[in-house]
Nanobody, 126 residues
Framework: QVQVVESGGGLVQPGGSLRLSCAYSGVGLDYYNMGWFRQAPGKEREGVSCISSSGASTYYADSVKGRFRISKDNVKNTMYLQMNLLKPEDTAIYYC???????????????????WGQGTQVTVSS
């Protein structure tokens, strides 16, 4: 069982930056990859980025490559998503999730992530 809690969302202007945090806890954390997903109004939830359990490997969706950076601190049990050059189309609820020995970082699939947070709203608007 893994618990995850997101924080750090808010309102930011286009071109601005925001950093999301995900605090995670539980048993067997060494075996869990961590991921960020987002869901915009009227759209399906999509994978944004994920990071391997060691933190050594990462995956990014094409839509965020070069703008977002995922990282994790295995001492603090916290994962981060640094979001730069934000666009209005980045507006969504962002979710943190945990995957047990899954496809990350080769790919990111919603179905393989079994533990989810409640989400944090990110709004990019002038």
């Amino acid at each position: 069982q893994v618990q995850v809690v997101e924080s750090g969302g808010g309102l930011v202007q286009p071109g601005g930056s925001l950093r999301l945090s995900c605090a995670y806890s539980g048993v067997g954390l060494d075996y869990y990859n961590m991921g960020w997903f987002r869901q915009a109004p009227g759209k399906e939830r999509e994978g944004v980025s994920c990071i391997s359990s060691s933190g050594a490997s990462t995956y990014y969706a094409d839509s965020v490559k070069g703008r977002f950076r995922i990282s994790k601190d295995n001492v603090k049990n916290t994962m981060y998503l640094q979001m730069n050059l934000l666009k209005p189309e980045d507006t969504a609820i962002y979710y943190c999730a945990a995957e047990y020995l899954g496809g990350c970082p080769r790919s990111i699939h919603i179905a393989s992530f079994e533990y989810w947070g409640q989400g944090t709203q990110v709004t990019v608007s002038s």
